[in-house]
């Protein structure tokens, strides 16, 4: 008997099929997906669907109909009737220490022309979130009704928000499962649970930053190429060019981590304000170059690179991002006078080195849970985030230092977290003797799918 012929409409045929093997059809997905939402799939359910599909995996066929399904459960935006005069266009990033791209790249993709809707989230383990970094910033509202959403995309070029509630509903439903079940690794349901969203803010080109290294979630080069690829192929099958940029994350991306630090970061950089970090400044100018290039606003990699240096020279990207942060409510007065309107630690002291050498390293992991531990990140959902706390002015793999020297500062809410913060540092770094050969970081960028 066939597969058509044994499955009925109800949740445990489907993931009966599935546990042995088979493969799902499109109707039977969204099927699925719309008993998720509506409560007629029971969690026990979810959680049955969401192990059968990490042992027996889905084809690409399948994590396409998941993900359009996942993005039909909910508000779909569309961009019709609004007065948009360029592409449609957003990144995403799987994550990582440092990572403060979006605040940077996002104004200036809209002052090159571009309109970028960004949906994105908050901190996840060792990791800074978007959402957290933007909260920073006094009065900015990052829930926000869809209507106005699009209205400061359309206006502006560019907004940054957190899902709500009508996008996507079924992914927030499915994720809370697998986190308790130990199936969140699956690269199929990862893939769905990121490309969905994307697809529901109504875009027409994306690159993905999918990280590598001790500081990514997936640490292994070879399975994070494996996600990439997985959700290149899903956003084109699902109609929406995409392409990928596999970046490093086993030395931290700035010079900063931490919320309030990392949006005072980014601002330095639109302003042209003192040494932009080298690593980060080749992320921000490979996903625009992609973006620009995939959008048709730049006809080669060398001209959407000068574009995107322009706009910044210029101030026109920081203009964007003051523009789009008053729209959405905030202290715009960020991007001119940051120190008077961030929240600033009571206590900042520098970190000395602990012995001489060279620093050869960072176990980033542990660099982005002495942020956690200072309260600049969550150890459960529900806690409270310190937007002041973090570390600035991390030095450079290569960088020699004598003990006792000054290696970075510390922005902590008290000195028993200060005290804190030193011990996680020193098991952190990665030394070399001063005679050994110069260490160098891993390269940056580290490869492009799609």
């Not at 690179?305 to 964007?320: C, I, K, P």
């Amino acid at each position: 008997m066939s597969d058509a012929h044994r499955t009925t409409g109800l949740p445990q045929e489907w993931i009966r099929k599935k546990r042995d093997g088979g493969t799902l059809t499109p109707e039977e997905i969204a099927s699925f997906v719309r008993g998720v939402v509506t409560g007629e799939v029971s969690k026990a359910q979810i959680a049955a669907f969401s192990m059968a599909v990490y042992f027996q995996d889905l084809s690409v066929e399948e994590r396409v109909g998941l993900t359009l399904a996942v993005r039909d459960s909910g508000k779909v935006l569309s961009w019709d009737g609004w007065n948009l005069h360029g592409p449609v266009l957003d990144k995403h990033s799987t994550g990582g220490v440092g990572d403060t791209v979006s605040l940077m790249l996002a104004p200036m993709l809209a002052a090159c022309g571009a309109h970028v809707p960004m949906i994105a989230g908050r901190g996840l383990a060792h990791t800074g979130g978007t959402i957290d970094k933007l909260e920073a910033i006094p009065g900015y509202q990052t829930g926000v009704p869809i209507e106005r959403f699009q209205r400061v995309v359309e206006q502006e070029g560019f907004a940054i928000v957190r899902q709500t509630d009508d996008l996507a509903p079924a992914d927030r439903i499915m994720y809370a499962t697998r986190d308790v079940t130990a199936t969140v690794e699956h690269l199929g349901l990862i893939t769905t649970s990121i490309v969905s969203k994307k697809l529901a803010a109504g875009l027409q080109h994306l690159v993905l930053d999918v990280k590598c290294g001790n500081g990514a979630v997936m640490q292994d080069v070879a399975k994070a190429k494996s996600l990439a690829q997985s959700m290149v192929d899903v956003g084109k099958g699902a109609g929406m060019p995409t392409r990928a940029v596999l970046t490093d994350m086993s030395v931290p991306l700035a010079w900063s981590a931490g919320n309030a630090l990392e949006v005072q970061e980014a601002v330095a950089y639109l302003r042209d304000e003192g040494a932009r970090h080298p690593r980060l400044h080749e992320v921000v100018m490979a996903l625009g170059a992609e973006l620009l290039r995939m959008g048709g606003l730049a006809a080669t990699d060398e001209e959407a690179r000068a574009r995107l240096e322009a706009v910044r020279d210029s101030g026109a990207a920081l203009e964007r991002m003051g523009r789009s942060i008053a729209a959405m409510g905030g202290d715009a007065r960020v991007v001119d006078r940051p120190h008077e309107v961030l929240a600033q630690a009571p206590v900042v002291r520098a970190f000395q080195a602990p012995r001489e050498g060279v620093l050869a390293g960072y176990d980033v992991r542990e660099v982005g849970m002495a942020v956690v531990a200072l309260g600049g990140g969550r150890t459960r959902p529900d806690a409270a985030i310190d937007p002041s706390v973090g570390l600035s002015r991390l030095p450079l793999v290569g960088t020699a230092f004598a003990e006792g020297e000054d290696m970075m500062l510390i922005h902590a809410a008290s000195e028993d977290a200060w005290n804190g913060a030193c011990m996680r540092l020193e098991r952190a770094l990665r030394w070399e003797e001063q005679d050994a050969p110069p260490p160098e970081a891993p390269r940056v960028i580290r490869g492009t799918l799609g």
